[in-house]
T-cell receptor, first 114, second 112 residues
Framework: EAGVAQSPRYKIIEKRQSVAFWCNPISGHATLYWYQQILGQGPKLLIQFQNNGVVDDSQLPKDRFSAERLKGVDSTLKIQPAKLEDSAVYLC????????????FGPGTRLTVL | QKEVEQDPGPLSVPEGAIVSLNCTYSNSAFQYFMWYRQYSRKGPELLMYTYSSGNKEDGRFTAQVDKSSKYISLFIRDSQPSDSATYLCAMRGGGNNRKLIWGLGTSLAVNP
């Protein structure tokens, strides 16, 4: 079974530029999560999708971050414009939405904002 | 006060040692408790999953949950250099709220 795919793996941009990350979840997983992980911290949930719909985006900085999940499969996360404090690893995870609901993570995209 | 507290370490032990990792939490509604392992430049991977109180064992790993004390532990027996990673605790309540609350992670180095 293929895991969660993310691209790109690394991205370096200057502040005020825009950037987009892509995630392909495990086939059949209805729930998709985007996390931000700053060095030395646990993952912080940015947004959770259930199929096409948003379940939780309470910690998404909506003035600069946006995310979509078209057709309930792939998802993109965009930052526009980027700030220095956005430097982090952006993790995508997916789950089946069962009782145990194990989240499977992709390798992440490491973003550096200069 | 954070909902989940975890000592970030770092923790350094010799090969073969027994490792104890811990988290405390404040929300009595948490019912599902997880330990994830994260290698450098990789995403977290689920290591242990426990529902409610009690112990769960899987090979060299044992997870314990004490809901009365709001305290969870992960024990690693006969630790190996390949266990060197960051260990993150995560937990959530029941029902349809699947939002995980994470600890900071504890960095572990097992020295040969």
């Amino acid at each position: 079974e293929a895991g969660v795919a993310q691209s790109p793996r690394y991205k370096i941009i200057e502040k005020r530029q825009s950037v987009a990350f892509w995630c392909n979840p495990i086939s059949g997983h209805a729930t998709l999560y985007w996390y931000q992980q700053i060095l030395g911290q646990g993952p912080k949930l940015l947004i959770q999708f259930q199929n096409n719909g948003v379940v939780d985006d309470s910690q998404l900085p909506k003035d600069r971050f946006s995310a979509e999940r078209l057709k309930g499969v792939d998802s993109t996360l965009k930052i526009q414009p980027a700030k220095l404090e956005d430097s982090a690893v952006y993790l995508c995870a997916s789950s089946l939405f069962q009782v145990t609901d194990t989240q499977y993570f992709g390798p992440g995209t490491r973003l550096t904002v200069l | 006060q954070k909902e989940v507290e975890q000592d970030p370490g770092p923790l350094s032990v010799p090969e073969g040692a027994i490792v104890s990792l811990n988290c405390t939490y404040s929300n009595s509604a948490f019912q599902y408790f997880m330990w994830y392992r994260q290698y450098s430049r990789k995403g977290p991977e689920l290591l242990m999953y426990t529902y409610s109180s009690g112990n769960k064992e899987d090979g060299r790993f044992t997870a314990q949950v004490d809901k009365s004390s709001k305290y969870i532990s992960l024990f690693i027996r006969d630790s190996q250099p390949s266990d060197s990673a960051t260990y993150l605790c995560a937990m959530r309540g029941g029902g349809n709220n699947r939002k995980l609350i994470w600890g900071l992670g504890t960095s572990l180095a097992v020295n040969p």
